[in-house]
């Protein structure tokens, strides 16, 4: 595998062989992946290569049948997804899932929970601590959704967005929770192209300015090609090759498991004469 | 587990705007204090103006909201289905009699009515001291059956709430269906010879609590202060919950709990909070109900039927919406009651129905529609009345068939409940025939 040299010797998200099977299916097999601090990594394969599985089974929703995940030498297995979230691991989902009921605001304010130290009890009394830090959480959930361009919506309902802005809400709602690594599932699914261009600045500043290590799921080629640093290419379940986006998209079995396999080209004349 | 970067910047933060010490205890202590108040003086001056029956009604109508606020943390806030709260208050209602009836025993030789004049509802006792030792028997057994409900919230919601869908709707009815059972089961004996309860273990009172015959020859405590000194406490609870990053955190499970999770928010953690806050003030709602006037405690009134009756209130007011549970409580409280003698709309019943009118129609985006509603509903109500009197019927015997009627309708027309999932004091005025800000769908 032509995994680079390592220049961080620790790297953040540390994957190892990780597989699962769902009844005699195996979706993923011997996944591998090592992040370093401040990358930028595309995880891509044709439908059902297994992506959202994998992220699946990083977060938590998921137990892998073997092999072992850590977050900064700190292993992840065994945690409820709460308790990867507490450790640093951030996500958005592929089928958009806000709390639609809520404010733009509370959507974020959720997020924001887990840094708190106020008790029940402090909750109940309104306790001086309680309430400085209920208003450090609006001060930094707006902050949040002024970085995301959506401040100026905080009081309307999530489910009252554009598809666009709840993708982004998404994003700001998965920064609350502090990550120290950010997963994101299709993040330009559904978008326009002027959406999608300022989708890649925007995802290269959140990474800059909150020092993120990024994990992204992408259908768009023109996203995941002109945003990510290195790509890992998955199909049925199985890593076929990480590399670069120039690496990658020269790579012939790639080209095979998007297209299919090279067939000669007389039978495809004979096909189509028919 | 080990601290992350933005953590210290954002307790530094937090304590920057902590309030001054003065000002925080002054913002959380006031709501108790005005609270405590409001209840001393319904009881002390409101109540010996009423007719007793009025004060009756009341006191039915503060337990009532207790019960139906405590359940929409469950339902409304976690989005999670209880169906066995009056299981709860079967608990707690048991236990505070138990607690009441032996104790008095124990401590004055017979359970006749000892307190001063915050409790009890009726004055037939002398000059009386504002508070007395007895008093603090009755808050004990609040408290205790309060607590004693609490701990089988946590007993029962730890093992369900784990699961997802359905699981707790069955696993709850069967809970409260086991607690009837149980205490019908027991000895329809209460002891009330002195001698015999002074030589009988404190541990086996329980056992002597009426089994399904009910547990008769209770004092009645319960009083304007008691009922809506917790009715106050439940409303405060819930509201301080639900504003807050626990009930942020407890919507956000109603909303989406696969989200939730990923968020950070325990969701296992937290329902089960949910739950026992509810069976909490559901056991003392139960305690409350065993010393009302004219109830004669009976395992069969707790059933699965009072479960129903609570969550309709809730259903009705909106999932998730305190004063909706509230003001759900009081109507479906008020109009059992006033369907036995349904009496004429002229004048008070006109005069409510055009304030009210006029008080919604700026947050309606159909401008005719609540004064066209009211008028239908005052209209229906003297055609009703006009009918019973022709045919010669008494509309006491159908109250019910009326009841549920009434309450057909107002799901047809408003699926969502009386106020949604929004609060009454966040509804906003809404412009005609647009949407303003306030506007739901």
């Given at each position: 595998?032509?995994?680079?040299?390592?220049?961080?010797?620790?790297?953040?998200?540390?994957?190892?062989?990780?597989?699962?099977?769902?009844?005699g299916?195996?979706?993923?097999?011997?996944?591998?992946?090592?992040?370093?601090?401040?990358?930028?990594?595309?995880?891509?394969?044709?439908?059902?290569?297994?992506?959202?599985?994998?992220?699946?089974?990083?977060?938590?929703?998921?137990?892998?049948?073997?092999?072992?995940i850590s977050l900064?030498?700190?292993?992840?297995?065994?945690?409820r997804?709460?308790?990867?979230a507490?450790?640093?691991?951030?996500?958005?989902?592929?089928?958009?899932?806000l709390?639609?009921?809520?404010?733009v605001?509370?959507n974020?304010?959720?997020?924001c929970?887990l840094?708190?130290?106020?008790?029940?009890?402090?909750?109940?009394?309104?306790?001086?601590?309680?309430?400085?830090?209920?208003?450090?959480?609006?001060?930094?959930?707006?902050?949040?959704?002024?970085?995301l361009?959506?401040?100026?919506?905080?009081?309307?309902?999530?489910?009252n967005?554009?598809?666009?802005?709840?993708?982004?809400?998404?994003?700001?709602?998965?920064?609350?929770?502090?990550?120290?690594?950010?997963?994101?599932?299709?993040?330009?699914?559904?978008?326009?192209?002027q959406?999608?261009?300022?989708?890649?600045?925007?995802?290269?500043?959140?990474?800059?300015?909150?020092?993120?290590?990024?994990?992204?799921?992408?259908?768009?080629?023109?996203?995941?090609?002109?945003?990510?640093?290195?790509?890992?290419?998955?199909?049925?379940?199985?890593?076929?090759?990480?590399?670069?986006?120039e690496e990658?998209?020269?790579?012939?079995?790639?080209?095979?498991?998007?297209?299919?396999?090279?067939?000669?080209?007389?039978?495809?004349?004979?096909?189509?004469?028919? | 587990?080990?601290?992350?970067?933005?953590?210290?910047?954002?307790h530094?933060?937090?304590?920057?705007?902590?309030?001054?010490?003065?000002?925080?205890?002054?913002?959380?202590?006031?709501?108790?204090?005005?609270?405590?108040?409001?209840?001393?003086?319904?009881?002390l001056v409101?109540?010996?103006?009423?007719?007793?029956?009025a004060?009756?009604?009341?006191?039915?109508?503060?337990?009532?909201?207790i019960?139906?606020?405590?359940?929409?943390?469950?339902?409304?806030?976690?989005?999670?289905?209880?169906?066995?709260?009056?299981a709860?208050?079967?608990?707690?209602?048991?236990?505070?009699?138990?607690?009441?009836?032996?104790?008095?025993?124990?401590?004055?030789g017979?359970?006749?009515?000892?307190?001063?004049?915050?409790?009890g509802?009726?004055?037939?006792?002398?000059?009386?001291?504002l508070?007395?030792?007895?008093?603090?028997?009755?808050?004990?057994?609040?408290?205790?059956?309060?607590?004693?409900?609490?701990?089988?919230?946590?007993?029962?919601?730890?093992?369900?709430?784990?699961?997802?869908?359905?699981?707790?709707?069955?696993?709850?009815?069967?809970?409260?269906?086991?607690?009837?059972?149980?205490?019908?089961?027991?000895t329809?004996?209460?002891?009330?010879?002195?001698?015999?309860?002074a030589?009988?273990?404190?541990?086996?009172?329980?056992?002597?609590?009426?089994?399904a015959?009910?547990?008769?020859?209770?004092p009645?405590?319960?009083?304007?202060?008691?009922?809506?000194?917790?009715?106050?406490?439940?409303?405060?609870?819930?509201a301080?919950?639900?504003?807050?990053?626990?009930?942020?955190?407890?919507?956000?499970?109603?909303?989406?709990?696969?989200?939730?999770?990923?968020?950070?928010?325990?969701t296992?953690?937290?329902k089960?909070?949910?739950?026992?806050?509810?069976?909490?003030?559901?056991g003392?709602?139960?305690?409350?109900?065993?010393?009302?006037?004219?109830?004669?405690?009976?395992?069969?009134?707790?059933?699965?039927?009072?479960?129903?009756?609570?969550?309709?209130?809730?259903?009705?007011?909106?999932?998730?919406?305190?004063?909706g549970?509230?003001l759900?409580?009081?109507?479906?409280?008020?109009?059992?009651?006033?369907?036995r003698?349904?009496?004429?709309?002229?004048?008070?019943?006109?005069?409510?129905?055009?304030?009210?009118?006029?008080?919604?129609?700026?947050?309606?985006?159909?401008?005719?529609?609540?004064a066209?509603?009211?008028?239908?509903?005052?209209?229906?109500?003297?055609?009703?009345r006009?009918?019973?009197?022709?045919?010669?019927?008494?509309?006491a015997?159908?109250?019910?068939?009326?009841?549920?009627?009434?309450?057909?309708?107002?799901?047809?027309?408003r699926?969502?409940?009386?106020?949604?999932?929004?609060?009454?004091?966040e509804?906003?005025?809404?412009?005609?025939?647009?949407?303003?800000?306030?506007?739901?769908?």
């Open positions: 595998m032509s995994d680079s040299p390592a220049a961080n010797p620790r790297p953040v998200l540390d994957v190892e062989r990780i597989s699962i099977a769902f009844g299916l195996k979706a993923v097999t011997d996944f591998t992946l090592q992040l370093p601090r401040g990358r930028l990594h595309g995880l891509i394969g044709p439908n059902g290569a297994g992506k959202t599985t994998v992220f699946n089974l990083l977060t938590g929703v998921y137990r892998p049948t073997s092999g072992a900064e030498g700190e292993s992840l297995l065994g945690m997804p709460s308790q990867r507490a450790a640093g691991l951030a996500r958005t989902f592929q089928n958009i899932r709390f639609p009921d809520l404010t605001l509370d974020v304010r959720v997020a929970h840094r708190t130290r106020h008790t029940l009890a402090g909750t109940l009394w309104r306790s001086s601590l309680a309430a400085g830090e209920e208003l450090a959480i609006i001060e930094r959930s707006r902050e949040l959704l002024d970085i361009g959506l401040l100026h919506r905080e009081r309307d309902d999530a489910r967005l554009p598809y666009g802005d709840q993708r982004r809400l998404e994003i700001a709602r998965a920064l609350a929770t502090d990550p120290k690594v950010l997963l994101l599932d299709e993040p330009a699914a559904g978008m326009n192209p959406e999608k261009i300022e989708l890649r600045t925007m995802i290269r500043s959140i990474r800059d300015k909150f020092s993120l290590t990024i994990l992204l799921i992408e259908h768009d080629m023109g996203v995941v090609m002109g945003l990510c640093e290195r790509i890992t290419v998955l199909d049925h379940g199985v890593t076929i090759t990480e590399g670069t986006p990658v998209q020269k790579n012939p079995k790639v080209i095979e498991a998007y297209l299919g396999e090279p067939v000669a080209l007389d039978a495809v004349g004979g096909g189509g004469g028919a | 587990m080990a601290q992350h970067r933005g953590h210290d910047a954002f530094a933060r937090a304590n920057a705007l902590r309030p001054p010490f003065a000002l925080s205890l002054l913002r959380s202590a006031w709501p108790l204090f005005a609270c405590l108040a409001l209840a001393i003086v319904l009881q409101i109540r010996p103006m009423m007719p007793v029956f004060a009756k009604m009341l006191v039915d109508i503060g337990t009532s909201i019960l139906a606020v405590s359940l929409t943390m469950v339902n409304g806030f976690t989005g999670q289905f209880s169906i066995g709260h009056a709860f208050m079967a608990v707690g209602a048991y236990v505070g009699a138990t607690i009441v009836y032996y104790g008095s025993f124990r401590l004055f017979n359970a006749n009515m000892h307190g001063g004049l915050l409790s509802m009726i004055d037939s006792r002398n000059p009386l001291p508070f007395s030792w007895a008093d603090l028997l009755f808050l004990c057994s609040l408290l205790a059956g309060g607590l004693a409900a609490a701990a089988c919230g946590y007993v029962v919601g730890l093992p369900s709430l784990r699961l997802k869908g359905d699981y707790l709707a069955i696993v709850t009815l069967g809970f409260g269906e086991i607690v009837r059972v149980l205490i019908q089961s027991q329809t004996e209460v002891l009330s010879n002195p001698q015999t309860i030589a009988t273990p404190m541990y086996m009172w329980p056992k002597y609590s009426g089994g015959l009910g547990f008769s020859g209770l009645f405590y319960s009083s304007l202060f008691w009922v809506w000194v917790f009715a106050g406490l439940t409303l405060l609870v819930a301080r919950l639900k504003y807050s990053s626990t009930g942020r955190a407890f919507l956000a499970i109603r909303e989406d709990e696969v989200a939730a999770e990923a968020m950070g928010v325990p296992t953690k937290y089960v909070r949910a739950f026992v806050i509810a069976a909490f003030f559901a003392i709602a139960g305690v409350l109900f065993a010393h009302t006037v004219g109830v004669q405690l009976n395992p069969g009134e707790l059933g699965f039927l009072k479960s129903f009756d609570i969550l309709i209130m809730v259903v009705l007011g909106g999932l998730g919406s305190i004063s549970a509230a759900a409580a009081t109507i479906l409280t008020i109009l059992p009651e006033l369907l003698q349904p009496p004429t709309i002229w004048p008070w019943g006109l005069i409510a129905g055009v304030v009210l009118a006029a008080a919604l129609t700026p947050f309606s985006e159909k401008r005719w529609k609540p066209v509603t009211i008028a239908v509903i005052l209209i229906a109500w003297e055609v009703m006009w009918t019973a009197r022709t045919l010669g019927v008494d509309l015997g159908y109250r019910m068939v009326i009841y549920a009627i009434a309450l057909v309708l107002m799901m047809i027309l699926p969502e409940g009386l106020l949604g999932i929004r609060e009454i004091w509804l906003r005025p809404v412009r005609a025939g647009g949407r303003g800000k306030g506007a739901r769908r």
